[in-house]
């Protein structure tokens, strides 16, 4: 069980590579379609790169997300509002 959150990153990760080389090609052919200035495609990749730490984080902690003393949504709370 302790290998779980391992194994979600490395979902995350493959994900994210797979969206990268779907999204990457795409970004020249935007940027000549669009007349875009050159700085789009370096700030698109650098937003890209950037986001390799947040994703990873995110997968990581993802099951301690929402896991505190009050949930935004409670189960307790929905079978009460069906109940009117």
């Known amino acids: ?6 194994r979600r990153v490395l979902w995350v990760m493959l994900a994210y590579v797979v969206g990268a080389a779907v ?12 007349a875009l ?3 789009f495609g370096t700030l698109a990749r650098g937003g890209m ?3 390799v730490p947040l994703a990873i ?3 990581w902690h993802y099951p301690k997300l ?4 009050y949930r935004l949504l409670d ?6 509002d069906t109940r009117r």
Not at 1 to 6: A, E, K, S, T
Not at 23 to 34: A, G, N, T
Not at 66 to 69: K, S
Not at 75 to 80: E, G, I, M
Request: aromatic share 2%; net charge negative.
């Open 37 to 39: 200035p050159p700085q």
């Open 66 to 69: 929402g896991a505190g003393e």
């Open 23 to 34: 999204v990457l090609p795409m970004l020249d052919w935007l940027q000549r379609v669009l």
């Open 49 to 51: 790169l950037l986001g």
């Open 1 to 6: 069980m302790r290998d779980l959150p391992i």
């Open 75 to 80: 189960d307790d709370a929905v079978r009460d």
């Open 57 to 59: 984080l995110i997968a």
